[in-house]
T-cell receptor, first 116, second 109 residues
């Protein structure tokens, strides 16, 4: 139990579906992240929210739409995805985004997404 | 560009010692992290180095040389449960964590 909970753990969706991934952190952190993890590839940072404001968007296609209603919750809305979007999507949180801080980020267990 | 390199796979024997290397080239440096990820689970924090030298934590140690852009994770007295993927990550000057692709460690009896 890392203090970061993701649902659903597994999702299969068609290319025309609309679905959402949910993340909740119970650690009192003020920064939250979405990462994509594909086989044999480094973790890719998708979005960063700090104090509920999006501070980073790493050229992610618009078919992925994040939402952060408060500092404890983060969503990733999915629409008209492609098969190559199939991957493990990891949510994470941290105490702050201080550049010089050694604070680690805490990951959820991820949502396995398969696009068919 | 920014690049983190680590071996894709390693195999070691239970009870032995294994060293997982990581080299990096990033825009600035604000610390290096190691994470452990078991199959189907969340990556979990192992260590953080920002100054040169060795940090020891039980069976695990992590070393950093900033001048060489190099780190290693040392695992002693290997146990079967240490079979996992080990991720090296560097925080760059913008505060972003750049990850390597991970090293899949298999511990054999």
């Amino acid at each position: 139990e890392t203090g970061v909970t993701q649902t659903p753990r597994h999702l299969v969706m068609g290319m025309t579906n609309k679905k959402s991934l949910k993340c909740e952190q119970h650690l009192g952190h003020n920064a939250m992240y979405w990462y994509k993890q594909s086989a044999k590839k480094p973790l890719e940072l998708m979005f960063v929210y700090s104090l509920e404001e999006r501070v980073e968007n790493n050229s992610v296609p618009s078919r992925f739409s994040p939402e952060c209603p408060n500092s404890s919750h983060l969503f990733l809305h999915l629409h008209t995805l492609q098969p190559e979007d199939s991957a493990l999507y990891l949510c994470a949180s941290s105490q702050d985004r201080d550049v010089y801080s050694g604070n680690t980020i805490y990951f959820g267990e991820g949502s396995w997404l398969t696009v068919v | 560009g920014q690049n983190i390199d680590q071996p894709t796979e390693m195999t070691a024997t239970e009870g032995a010692i294994v060293q997982i290397n990581c080299t990096y080239q990033t825009s600035g440096f604000n610390g290096l992290f190691w994470y452990q990820q078991h199959a189907g689970e969340a990556p979990t924090f192992l260590s953080y180095n920002v100054l040169d030298g060795l940090e020891e934590k039980g069976r695990f140690s992590s070393f950093l040389s900033r001048s060489k852009g190099y780190s290693y994770l040392l695992l002693k007295e290997l146990q079967m449960k240490d079979s996992a993927s080990y991720l090296c990550a560097v925080k760059n000057q913008g505060g972003k964590l750049i990850f390597g692709q991970g090293t899949e460690l298999s511990v054999k009896p």
